[in-house]
């Protein structure tokens, strides 16, 4: 099982960018972790094959997670960012009993 994740880049605050992940399998929840220097992996969002998502209160309303239409897909849309959101985003699976994580994207975001 392989995740590609990409997307990452350097963005002014209240820019956007768009992370996209591609998993070499369908899984029915795909997610969205990010790492800031010296702080510990945090979850950001979830999207369901369903396309049902859930987000961590400091990006609800910024951000967006869905599906694409193959469901191997996840992006992650992130409006409005703020220089906090810089990190290492992460896309993550649990699949057949095993977690799974892709590569890492950078985003930085000045202020």
């Known amino acids: 099982v392989q995740l590609q994740a990409s997307g990452g880049g350097l963005v002014q605050a209240g820019g956007s960018l768009r992370l996209s992940c591609v998993a070499s399998?369908?899984?029915?929840?795909m997610d969205w972790y990010r790492q800031a220097p010296g702080s510990q992996r945090e979850w950001v969002a979830s999207s369901t094959t369903e396309n049902q998502s859930n987000y961590t209160d400091s990006v609800k309303g910024r951000f967006v997670a869905f599906r694409g239409v193959a469901m191997n897909t996840v992006y992650l849309q992130m409006n409005s960012l703020k220089p906090e959101d810089s990190a290492v985003y992460y896309c993550?699976?649990?699949?057949?009993?095993?977690?799974?994580w892709g590569q890492g994207t950078l985003v930085t975001v000045s202020s």
């Open positions: 399998v369908t899984a029915f929840n």
């Open positions: 993550h699976i649990h699949y057949s009993v095993r977690d799974y």
